[in-house]
């Protein structure tokens, strides 16, 4: 995940801060492909949101593995967006319901003028 994300802070000014817990017994468990795939995409949609038209200073990804669900939480400090505005949030509300639905996860995203919070909860 800090590898994943690292690349695209090198040269920016915005802080990132993560935190990944993975619960004991799971170091080794194998995540399903698909759900791997798509949480990584969603991550990255997020990220890449916050970086491109949040006007963060700081994002915050959270990562929990646990033996029967994975949880991912991506929150910055930005302007945020109408999100009953499809418009507001262009492609990215899209492509976020889809890659949850995909998986048949949990998708939660909250936005107002404190920042954007995006929140993806899956079962493993």
């Known amino acids: ?14 802080a990132l801060r993560t935190d990944l817990e993975v619960e004991a ?11 791997k795939r798509n949480v990584v995409l969603i991550l990255k949609e997020a990220v890449s949101n916050a970086l491109k038209h949040g006007a963060a200073k700081t994002i915050t990804v959270r990562m ?3 033996m029967t669900e994975l949880t991912l939480q991506v929150e910055d400090d930005g302007k945020g967006f109408d ?8 492609n990215v509300l899209i492509n976020l319901r889809r890659r949850a639905e995909a998986i048949g996860s949990e998708l939660t995203l909250e936005s107002d003028g404190t920042g ?4 993806v909860r899956c079962g493993l």
């Open 1 to 14: 995940m800090r590898d994943l994300l690292g690349r695209q802070f090198e040269e920016l000014s915005i």
């Open 25 to 35: 017994g799971m170091e080794q468990h194998n995540i399903p492909p698909d759900v």
């Open 64 to 66: 929990h593995v646990g």
């Open 83 to 90: 999100t009953s505005n499809a418009r507001a949030g262009g």
């Open 116 to 119: 954007t919070r995006v929140a």
